[in-house]
């Protein structure tokens, strides 16, 4: 069983930023590509960015030089920085993982299998 917490989360202002965690257990964890999704109120997840187990990353076009993806395999732990941040981020940011790699760019939530339980991005104007 593979358990994913994700970390982080809160209320900001337009402009600021936030930086997202997410652990993920289990031996395997670099074998695994690793994403964020996020879903505002009334809208379907979408996929914010991905990293896959060779380091290659994706970003939606919507965060594409704001946010960025990074993992750290001896912590089991993947982090979405985001920067710059304006009301459309906000959202419930979901952390997810899949072994082997990704195809879909950005990130389709039928690739990955493994998901956290969310956490919230508030963004005020």
């Known amino acids: 069983q593979v358990h994913l917490a994700e970390s982080g989360g809160g209320s900001v202002q337009a402009g600021g930023r936030l930086r997202l965690s997410c652990v993920v257990s289990g031996n395997t964890y670099s074998r695994y590509c690793l994403a964020w999704f996020r879903q505002a109120p009334g809208n379907e997840r979408e996929g914010v960015a991905a990293?896959?187990?060779?380091?290659?990353?994706d970003f939606a076009d919507s965060v594409q030089g704001r946010f960025t993806i990074s993992r750290d395999n001896a912590k089991n732990t993947v982090y979405l920085q985001m920067n710059n941040l304006t009301p459309d981020d906000t959202g419930v940011y979901y952390c997810a993982a899949a072994n082997g790699h990704y195809t879909v760019e950005p990130p389709d939530e039928a690739e990955f299998r493994f998901w956290g339980q969310g956490t919230q991005v508030t963004v005020s104007s």
């Open positions: 990293i896959d187990n060779d380091g290659s990353t």
